[in-house]
């Protein structure tokens, strides 16, 4: 652990919280302090999120806890510009406090609340909520000495992102069997509750109960399990997160709640946001918008909507401005219909338009945190012709410094409510999203438009492309968080997967620290087609020149040909290159763990919208970098 990308967590009690709701308020319980990495409290420990840290559980409430005096604010105008709420005063990025070397206990830090709040003793099984006091502190052992553990089930709302303790004691004297009787209704040994393991009933949940010794009540945890066992017997949602009071409940959750495991992926669906700090740059379809929409006529021709008149309008305009009048309609229909990820797409317009500009300009002698050095593609650029035809050149990225924000999260499904990272509830305070600022180092590709064009209208790759867009239009989370998979989002996609994979053996870094940025669209007129491979980091790690050494065009031209030949036979084959249905919701033709997945951290997406085919060709598909390798091995053949 880097000793400078530190911040303290603070465990704090129930009771604590709700008598100081101001953490600036001094209160005379004792604090449990740990140390998190950095990084960790945007992702993946973010608000809302689950820590297991020296064998107790914890749970990051939102940002409206943090004490602002002590998160530094981190400055990047193009990312506030995207997490800006309607009604809300424009939002502010902070970064948790950090430290180095050993903390004292006034030290900055952050509160994390401990969840959940039902443990078991190792020892003697008792199940409680209660911590011990010795001497005045905290210790997390029963007053036997055995150590608490963290029940492992909670309870999650399928709809509304709650999530909340599973009342034991309550569920323990529910149900429907022949055991519920009268005795056990009306129990109130609260502190005879324990957690047991019955060796006579094998092995899974049928063996793990829970035991009244005041009734003799026993259940066992199988019962949890099936849909709507819980409302069965009489657990409803609490409508709020655990740290939040329950007077904040303005209206009561009516979604069914559903045991997990309390270390499920499934309770934290994090979603984040980052953008390059890098100066603005507008693409040439950007400054044609922009005087379209500053002429004088552009009122009347909105105001028409596509009246008999809007042709007419927009001929006007376009001959003025020496542009067509289909470009005038775009623009117009383009303000029209302004779909959800606008923002995001905003973002990476800017970088393309940037990345590009760099990639002209040759060797970069400018001293900011954008540094490229760009080239170009030309007759003496050695390698397969049949790749070198689609290149437009690239850049080595010196460096770069990004910022990566936490928005909020969902939890249980995709499609849940999304709860934000600041759960404040006063308008006119400025909102707050956790971030982190991190430099690092990069590969930029350029890919030629009017040849990835030309390929995209190929039947085959228009078919091939459409069993993914039909699959992303029947999820509604998949549609407002995935970008539609052209041909060439779902080629450039998978061609940046496969050279982490072969960077991996080459750069010295690990592919689960490498970063992919795909500049995929057809929806402006000049388009966007290149990747961006890149490390970011919080200290030196992001620095180190690894990439920077591959990415010009005698390095990266053979990495570019090895990572090809990697993923042209895959472990899983012939099953893999055959399939048209892999991968969470089947977002994945022909791409598996054992080819072209990496870390989901390095992916956009998530490991969703890959296909070796639409690169490498099959059957029935035109690969866009099919002959790359059969010319390859055709000349050493001819040796």
């Not at 709700?18 to 992702?43: A, F, W």
């Not at 963290?150 to 309550?170: L, N």
């Amino acid at each position: 652990m880097n000793g400078s990308s530190r911040t303290q967590c603070v465990q704090w009690s129930r009771t604590w919280l709700l008598k100081c709701r101001n953490p600036r308020e001094k209160c005379s319980v004792q604090k449990i302090r740990h140390d998190l990495r950095l990084s960790e409290t945007v992702s993946p420990f973010g608000v809302g999120a689950i820590v297991d840290i020296r064998g107790e559980s914890l749970i990051a409430p939102d940002t409206s806890w943090w004490d602002r005096r002590t998160a530094p604010e981190i400055h990047c105008d193009r990312l506030v510009d995207q997490l800006i709420q309607p009604g809300r005063p424009r939002p502010v990025l902070r970064q948790a406090p950090a430290h180095a070397g050993v903390a004292g206990q006034d030290t900055a830090s952050l509160p994390y609340w401990r969840f959940p709040a039902w443990r078991f003793c190792e020892r003697c099984l008792k199940l409680s909520k209660l911590t011990t006091i010795e001497k005045g502190h905290f210790k997390n052992r029963c007053s036997c000495g055995g150590a608490l553990v963290p029940m492992r089930y909670v309870a999650v709302c399928k709809t509304g992102s709650h999530i909340q303790d599973i009342p034991w004691f309550m569920w323990a004297h529910r149900g429907y069997d022949k055991g519920v009787s009268d005795e056990v209704r009306v129990c109130r040994s609260y502190k005879e509750l324990r957690f047991v393991r019955a060796n006579s009933r094998g092995e899974g949940l049928a063996s793990l109960r829970v035991v009244c010794d005041g009734c003799g009540r026993s259940r066992s945890l199988a019962d949890l399990m099936g849909e709507g066992a819980l409302h069965r017997d009489g657990i409803r949602c609490d409508g709020r997160q655990p740290w939040e009071p329950a007077e904040s409940v303005s209206s009561a959750c009516e979604a069914d709640l559903t045991a997990v495991q309390r270390g499920a992926t499934g309770n934290y669906i994090a979603e984040r946001v980052s953008a390059l700090d890098i100066p603005e740059e507008k693409s040439r379809s950007e400054e044609v918008s922009d005087q379209v929409r500053a002429h004088d006529y552009f009122a009347r021709l909105v105001d028409d909507n596509g009246g008999p008149k809007s042709e007419m309008i927009a001929g006007w305009i376009a001959e003025e401005l020496g542009v067509t009048p289909e470009d005038v309609l775009a623009v117009v229909l383009a303000d029209s219909n302004e779909r959800g990820d606008t923002g995001v797409r905003r973002l990476k317009d800017g970088e393309w338009a940037a990345f590009v500009k760099k990639t002209e300009s040759g060797k970069d002698t400018e001293l900011s945190d954008f540094v490229v050095d760009g080239w170009l593609v030309n007759s003496s650029t050695r390698g397969p012709e049949d790749l070198t035809s689609l290149l437009v050149g690239g850049g080595q990225v010196h460096r770069v410094r990004e910022v990566r924000a936490l928005r909020g999260f969902r939890r249980h499904d995709p499609g849940a409510a999304f709860i934000s990272a600041d759960l404040g509830q006063d308008p006119r305070r400025r909102p707050v999203f956790p971030s982190i600022e991190l430099f690092g180092e990069g590969i930029f590709l350029q890919f030629d438009e009017f040849a990835l064009r030309a390929w995209e209208q190929l039947p085959d790759v228009r078919a091939r492309a459409q069993v993914l867009i039909d699959r992303r239009d029947r999820l509604d989370w998949a549609r407002s968080r995935l970008d539609t998979p052209e041909p060439r989002l779902i080629a450039l996609h998978t061609i940046a997967h496969l050279l982490i994979r072969r960077l991996a053996f080459a750069s010295g870094y690990s592919s689960a620290a490498l970063q992919e940025r795909i500049y995929a669209s057809t929806e402006r007129s000049e388009g966007m087609a290149g990747i961006l491979v890149y490390t970011a980091a919080g200290d030196a790690q992001g620095t180190l020149g690894g990439l920077v050494r591959l990415g010009g065009p005698e390095a990266l031209i053979p990495l570019l040909v090895a990572a090809l030949d990697d993923a042209d036979v895959c472990s899983n084959d012939p099953v893999c290159i055959e399939s048209d249905r892999q991968g969470a919701f089947q977002l994945n033709l022909s791409a598996c763990h054992g080819c072209a997945l990496v870390s989901e951290t390095s992916c956009e997406f998530g490991n969703r919208l890959l296909d070796r085919q639409l690169v490498l060709g099959g059957s029935e598909v035109t690969g866009l970098l099919a002959g790359v390798l059969p010319a390859i091995r055709g000349g050493l053949q001819s040796l």
